[in-house]
């Protein structure tokens, strides 16, 4: 059964800090992965979305890495602003239309 | 991208009654939709996975007798938390599937009182 970990569970930085969001999944026979967004009693917003057959993908400040054999991707956020607060959740999805895991995601501080 | 609605956002009720929550995917079809449950400070759990006509299959440990879930047509689905008590109170988030893209809708909060 797929299970997916975030560390660390909670990260502060000082605004304009380059900074790396952990994940890593105990099935590496992975469809995707998918970086999500999601603010304090709101939803989720997608931010990267990497296929089994990528390395990276990369939007704007974001960059996501995939590292299958390894069980491991890393989210790098450039230049950190504090609109970038949020908790930042990875899901990996096992086979075509299985549903996506998640892991406990990462609650990100910047302050100005 | 693609979006999916939930009604209500809120929903606050007393212990042993039945609450309703929708979920509709706007401006696309989904063939399958997913059901999650978030507790405070958690991760969003799988409940059950629904396909359009077919019966929901329910994830290790979630009581489908209590979690009826219908998916009548390929923009609809529905939860209903049958006999609610105060540990059913959750952030429960729907998703839509079209091809292998997962869209999420916002998210109800239910308190059981």
């Known amino acids: 059964k797929q299970e997916v970990t975030q560390i660390p569970a909670a990260l502060s930085v000082p605004e304009g800090e380059n900074l790396v969001l952990n994940c890593s999944f105990t099935?590496?026979?992975?469809?995707?992965l998918q970086w999500f967004r999601q603010d304090p009693g709101k939803g989720l917003t997608s931010l990267l979305l990497i296929q089994s057959s990528q390395r990276e993908q990369t939007s704007g400040r974001l960059n996501a890495s995939l590292d299958k054999s390894s069980g491991r991707s890393t989210l790098y956020i450039a230049a950190s602003q504090p609109g970038d607060s949020a908790t930042y959740l990875c899901?990996?999805?096992?086979?075509?239309?299985?549903?996506?895991?998640f892991g406990k995601g990462t609650t990100l501080s910047v302050s100005s | 991208g693609a979006v999916v609605s939930q009604h209500p956002s809120w929903v606050i009720c007393k212990s042993g009654t039945s609450v309703k929550i929708e979920c509709r995917s706007l401006d696309f079809q989904a063939t399958t939709m997913f059901w999650y449950r978030q507790f405070p400070k958690q991760s969003l759990m799988l409940m059950a996975t629904?396909?359009?006509?077919?019966?929901?299959?329910?994830e290790q440990g979630v009581e489908k007798d209590k979690f009826l879930i219908n998916h009548a047509s390929l923009t609809l689905s529905t939860l209903t938390v049958t006999s609610a008590h105060p540990e059913d109170s959750s952030f429960y988030i729907c998703?839509?599937?079209?091809?292998?893209?997962?869209?999420f809708g916002p998210g109800t909060r239910l308190l059981v009182l």
């Open positions: 899901a990996a999805r096992n086979q075509a239309g299985t549903a996506l895991i």
């Open positions: 629904s396909n359009e006509g077919s019966k929901a299959t329910y």
């Open positions: 998703s839509g599937k079209t091809g292998e893209t997962q869209y």
């Open positions: 099935d590496s026979a992975i469809y995707n």
